[in-house]
């Protein structure tokens, strides 16, 4: 489905994200975990066009899509959500998926498609407010029901876990298997809540200092010896 | 819904009736509140809705001004064609300054317009060949033609009143108000930021254009230092933001405010009110940054409690 080959950003000297390359399948769900600064969300904000890669190369279904400017990686089919929310504030609940449905990929039907995104996600009672009203982890739903109502393949979440309380997130874990199965979608996922993790992903590709250093199912990269000393040093 | 479109073809209706009625004074000013709520209504496509704050206007009310006086007194155009080109050289002329400027938000872009509107009235003055230099032009008068200018300023008017409504709920619309929330955040829906700035920035600068002209008809006398001066695109930001940024009746009460208060200033302190211009648009951010439309639903919340 999407494939990254050695896509590397470097500012001067410094390698953010240095020649890493995965390959995401058919309705997948691969985690990308490490320690902060790692270069996760450096790698989502190439993917999705958002940064200008230094050098490698992205493809989604076999067509190179790397260098395309954010707009039209959203045309292609990949959508990505923010670890800090992102909602347009001046605009209601339905207009921020309204917005995602009328600019994505598909832009027939918009109306329905943003009723349906709010359903599916549960904001749909929620359609006429603002969204500085909601609750952090409604917030979270509407920048996920925003992302959808754009018709994506591939789905880049950026900690949509993180900073919720432990039933929201075990309700946001399971939005987003629930997600998966109702519209056969490809989930790239950084996340930090171990738990959520394990229960989620299928694989997990670790990153640390911007390079992979593991990848696996979950019960294998948590007890690689190069993952436990990326996070808690080595002795 | 209902009842706003019947009040405003009331209001469309007694204004068309009142020429009949008004001394010259008040004919001339109200033939430019017209204009300007026009202006401050198209002004208010990039300021309010996109959110891109433009103190550049007057370089495209004087492009449009000059370029359709040029066209009437060559007599190559009745005056409504001669208009329209004004506009759309006005607009073209936006797009050139403004592609490469729409990329930076905020105070950047407004500073970058600062600097359009003064290089071009700069140029202006000084190209006397085209604009009579700050002798300006005049434009023949025609006996009765300024009852007919009062009508075409009004359905002017009438005909931006109508697209400002159809705008925010276009398409259009919709990109720039999220564009104004969150530009990246746009990018990541699938909204060309450059695009639909650049799409609205035409629009609105083809709008002034058209004002121009038609002002430069009315007054039958422009010179550079008028048409483009820092106090009219000013004045643009002024008539937004005192009704309320992003609305669209606001910027129509706004200018109505402005004109009044206009033609007081200037009569009464004219050093001044270039000051009292400044210290009233610090005045309405500091207090009210929703302008008089803001300070209505605040009346009303209160009244309703």
């Given at each position: 489905m999407l494939r990254v080959e050695k896509l590397s950003k470097r500012y001067g000297g410094l390698k953010a994200v240095d020649e890493v390359s995965l390959e995401l399948g058919r309705e997948e769900i691969l985690g990308v975990i490490g320690p902060n600064g790692a270069g996760k969300t450096t790698l989502f904000s190439m993917i999705a066009g958002s940064q200008k890669p230094s050098s490698g190369a992205v493809f989604l279904e076999g067509e190179s899509i790397g260098g395309l400017p954010a707009h039209r990686v959203v045309h292609k089919g990949i959508v990505r959500t923010h670890q800090i929310v992102r909602p347009f504030?001046?605009?209601?609940v339905f207009e921020n998926a309204l917005a995602g449905a009328t600019f994505g990929r598909d832009q027939t039907h918009a109306r329905a498609k943003a009723q349906e995104a709010l359903e599916l996600v549960g904001l749909w009672n929620r359609r006429g407010d603002l969204p500085g009203s909601l609750t952090l982890a409604g917030r979270k739903k509407l920048e996920l029901a925003r992302a959808l109502a754009t018709t994506p393949r591939v789905l880049l979440l950026d900690e949509v876990i993180a900073g919720v309380n432990p039933s929201e997130a075990l309700e946001m874990a399971q939005l987003i298997k629930k997600i998966r199965e109702a519209r056969k979608l490809s989930i790239l996922l950084i996340e930090h809540v171990m738990p959520a993790v394990m229960t989620l992903c299928d694989r997990v590709l670790v990153l640390d200092a911007g390079r992979a250093i593991a990848a696996g199912t979950p019960a294998q990269v948590v007890s690689d010896p190069l993952v436990i000393s990326a996070y808690l040093g080595s002795a | 819904m209902k009842l706003g479109i019947a009040l405003s073809a009331a209001a469309l209706v007694a204004l068309a009736l009142l020429p009949f009625a008004l001394s010259p004074y008040t004919h001339n000013l109200m033939t430019l509140s017209f204009l300007f709520v026009a202006t401050a209504l198209a002004w208010n496509w990039l300021g309010?809705?996109?959110?891109?704050?433009?103190?550049?206007h007057a370089a495209m009310f004087g492009t449009g001004g000059f370029v359709a006086a040029r066209i009437l007194l060559a007599g190559a155009l009745p005056p409504p064609l001669a208009w329209i080109a004004g506009g759309l050289v006005a607009g073209a002329y936006a797009l050139i300054w403004g592609h490469p400027t729409l990329r930076l938000r905020g105070p950047y872009f407004s500073i970058a317009t600062i600097g359009v509107g003064e290089a071009t009235r700069l140029v202006f003055t000084y190209w006397d060949k085209f604009t009579g230099g700050s002798s300006g032009l005049s434009l023949p008068m025609v006996p009765g033609a300024k009852r007919t200018l009062y009508w075409e300023a009004l359905a002017f008017l009438a005909l931006i009143a109508v697209a400002s409504w159809a705008i925010r709920r276009s398409r259009l619309g919709l990109a720039l108000f999220a564009i104004r929330g969150d530009v990246e955040a746009a990018a990541d829906v699938g909204i060309s930021a450059t695009f639909y700035q650049d799409l609205v920035l035409f629009l609105s600068g083809a709008a002034t254009g058209i004002a121009g002209g038609i002002y430069a008809s009315y007054f039958s006398f422009i010179e550079p230092n008028d048409m483009l001066g820092f106090d009219r695109s000013i004045s643009f930001v002024l008539m937004a933001v005192i009704g309320g940024v992003g609305t669209i009746l606001g910027p129509v009460l706004g200018a109505v405010v402005f004109v009044l208060l206009r033609q007081f200033l200037i009569g009464s302190y004219p050093q001044l009110y270039l000051g009292l211009y400044g210290a009233l648009l610090i005045a309405v951010i500091l207090f009210e940054p929703l302008g008089l439309m803001g300070l209505g639903h605040r009346l009303v919340r209160r009244a309703a409690r």
């Open positions: 504030a001046n605009l209601t | 309010g809705y996109a959110g891109q704050i433009s103190f550049g």
